[in-house]
């Protein structure tokens, strides 16, 4: 039992539940390397939504309203943290959702799809096929999912395919705390925030943007400016964090 009084209180709860999520066989055990990653850059960050973040969301949801075809892929870190956060975000948006897995197998395609689909998420089924340009198992989707999307919002997501989802022509908005990712460096639109804080502001700014605001707004979007944001944002925060010990 984490006491409530615990200083870390927040992020310890978020560990247990992956590593609850892990032993129920939803999240792969590298993915709990890749959740201490991103927290240490959250602490950088003062493990808050900075306001280049919060306009980044606002351009996510722009992109998602304005795509023909949005699909939400769910890897099982996302689906242990936000399954309830990506039901909303799939009704406000009109996104489709997918499961897409590096370390895949049968079993936990069902259990992350059996967890999100608890949580109203409307996940795609069918027989994948090996549609993006990858050797690994990421490359499988589905046709009438990731396959036809032109637009795919890849929550933590791994560099290789976001890249090669770039090459296949489609628009990708990153959901990542680290900057200097791959991912990030390669998405269309990188998200510097934490999951948690960025699915559900994603789904607010999709309810109180009209087609055509969300149209304006899709064109302008610069991803290279919120990677430099947030890089300075880092600097600053390690600079104020120096002074505070002199």
């Known amino acids: 039992m984490i006491p409530e009084d ?9 560990r247990e539940r992956l590593a609850d999520a892990m032993r129920a066989g939803i999240v792969a055990p590298e993915g709990l390397i890749a959740q201490g990653r991103g927290e240490a850059f959250d602490y950088l960050l003062g493990e808050r939504t900075t306001a280049s973040a919060a306009r980044a969301e606002i351009d996510a949801a722009a992109m998602l309203l304005a795509a023909r075809r949005p699909v939400i892929s769910v890897n099982g870190n996302t689906a242990a943290l936000s399954a309830h956060q990506l039901a909303d975000l799939q009704e406000a948006s009109g996104a489709l959702v997918e499961v897409n897995l590096f370390h895949r197998t049968e079993e936990r395609m069902q259990r992350i799809t059996a967890l999100l689909e608890e949580h109203g998420v409307d996940v795609l089924a069918g027989a994948p096929e090996r549609l993006i340009p990858l050797s690994h198992d990421r490359a499988l989707c589905l046709p009438e999912g990731i396959g036809a999307a032109d637009l795919v919002l890849v929550p933590l997501e791994d560099g290789d395919r976001c890249a090669a989802l770039r090459q296949m022509g489609k628009a990708v908005i990153a959901v990542d705390l680290n900057p200097l990712s791959r991912t990030a460096q390669t998405a269309t639109l990188p998200v510097i925030d934490e999951v948690r804080r960025a699915v559900p502001a994603i789904a607010a700014a999709c309810r109180t943007m009209t087609p055509a605001e ?9 991803g290279k400016r919120y990677l430099r944001e947030a890089l300075a944002a880092i600097a600053a925060r390690l600079e104020e964090m120096g002074h505070a010990l002199e």
């Open 6 to 14: 615990h200083p870390r209180y927040a992020a310890l709860v978020v």
């Open 214 to 222: 969300a149209r304006e707004r899709a064109c302008g979007v610069d």
